[in-house]
């Protein structure tokens, strides 16, 4: 007879644990089925915060744009920016925002790095200014709340630096 309300209350904890495992795994499976999209990360924007000789500042702007019927919650990013295999900056990001449903959201992050060791390598790059410069993005969302999901995000392209320097100079 002792034995019996234990029984009772094992079970009713295990029917307890099964419901809201049930909860949880419906309420997250857009981000682990197969409708989950992989939201899409773009640079937009590179500013100069400061320069001294062994050390620089940039603030990169970055926007999310989610494809998914839910709401991503975002953690962080990890990232690397290289040009032409030059290492801009390498860091990470513990800043959380939400991107809404089929909706885009925009994050800033500090990046500091020392070109001068690179300052010849720059400075031919530049000397050109009709020769295409390429960029490689390499970074890592870590995305949810309750269940963790990493998404990888690589972008590869090139600028021109003529295109956005002033030709009255």
């Not at 000789?53 to 989610?66: K, M």
């Not at 030059?86 to 990001?93: A, D, M």
Request: proline share 5%; hydrophobic share 40%; net charge positive.
């Amino acid at each position: 007879m002792i034995a019996l309300p234990f029984f009772r209350f094992h079970i009713g904890m295990r029917v307890s644990a099964v419901l809201l495992l049930a909860f949880f795994t419906s309420s997250c499976s857009t981000w682990f089925g197969r409708d989950f999209r992989e939201p899409e990360v773009q640079l937009v924007n590179v500013e100069l915060v400061y320069a001294r000789l062994l050390e620089q500042e940039f603030l990169l702007e970055f926007r999310i744009d989610n494809p998914n019927e839910q709401s991503l919650p975002v953690r962080g990013m990890t990232y690397n920016l290289d040009i032409n295999g030059i290492s801009l900056g390498r860091g990470q990001s513990n800043q959380w925002l939400t991107v809404p449903a089929n909706g885009s959201a925009r994050f800033e992050l500090r990046a500091h790095t020392n070109l001068w060791r690179h300052v010849k390598n720059l400075v031919a790059l530049f000397r050109n200014p009709d020769q295409p410069i390429s960029y490689a993005l390499e970074a890592e969302l870590k995305t949810g709340l309750m269940f963790n999901k990493k998404v990888p995000v690589r972008r590869r392209g090139s600028f021109t630096p003529g295109e956005y320097l002033d030709s009255s100079y």
